[in-house]
């Protein structure tokens, strides 16, 4: 199964709406369906990437007609995730600003970042648009896609599943029971399974 796809666009402004309509359908061709509440979310942080891509990554309305950008899918399946990019020919990377209350721009950047389940950018080029300077891209956990398509509940890579732990959780509670369990140290580092399983309380109450 393809796990890439890429596209090139004209860098002006009403290449937005054309992304838009086709991003989706990218999706689709790889395989995934988004929800349409992943869609919509999609749609607006492509939206932003792009816009974002014309007027900083190319100053705006580009003169020369041949002017570019290349925008593109890639499914992580290990991870449950679609990473979304989009590639430019302009120098230096994002800074993102904190706008004022009156402010008419500079929010591009920060409503990605809260709409999506990940956001990033690197220097250029990539194989996938040997011109660029540098790609900003987004992630969203798409419902249907579980980590090698094994219908399994999405995880980043190597995080662990908490009913996994289970066992080692109980362990670690009878130790304690019978006083003879770890130390301090020890807890600390586990909590994040007593966290998950909603134990967390009692563990640090029983190492006071």
């Not at 349409?36 to 190319?58: K, M, R, W, Y």
């Not at 706008?99 to 970042?113: C, E, I, M, Q, Y």
């Not at 389940?117 to 992630?139: C, M, N, R, Y």
Request: proline content about 6%; charged content about 20%.
């Amino acid at each position: 199964m393809r796990t890439t796809s890429t596209q090139v666009i004209a860098a002006r402004f009403c290449a937005v709406g054309q992304a838009r309509r086709e991003i989706v359908q990218l999706v689709k061709d790889l395989g995934i369906t988004l929800e349409t509440g992943e869609a919509s979310t999609v749609e607006a942080c492509l939206s932003e990437l792009i816009a974002n891509a014309v007027l900083h990554g190319c100053g705006g309305e580009a003169q020369d007609e041949s002017a570019a950008i290349t925008y593109g899918v890639r499914i992580l399946p290990k991870a449950g995730r679609i990473r979304f990019w989009v590639a430019d020919p302009g120098p230096g990377l994002p800074h993102p600003t904190k706008a004022g209350p009156n402010a008419t721009s500079g929010r591009g950047l920060a409503l990605v970042d809260s709409m999506s389940d990940g956001l990033g950018w690197q220097p250029g080029p990539i194989d996938e648009a040997p011109t660029s300077a540098k790609v900003v891209w987004f992630e969203i956990a798409a419902s249907s896609l579980a980590p090698d398509g094994e219908g399994a509940v999405s995880r980043l890579e190597g995080e662990t599943n908490a009913a996994e732990q289970l066992p080692q959780v109980l362990r670690l509670l009878t130790g304690l029971v019978a006083g003879h369990g770890p130390g301090r140290q020890s807890i600390r580092r586990r909590t994040a399974f007593g966290r998950r399983l909603g134990l967390t309380p009692a563990l640090s109450q029983s190492a006071a």
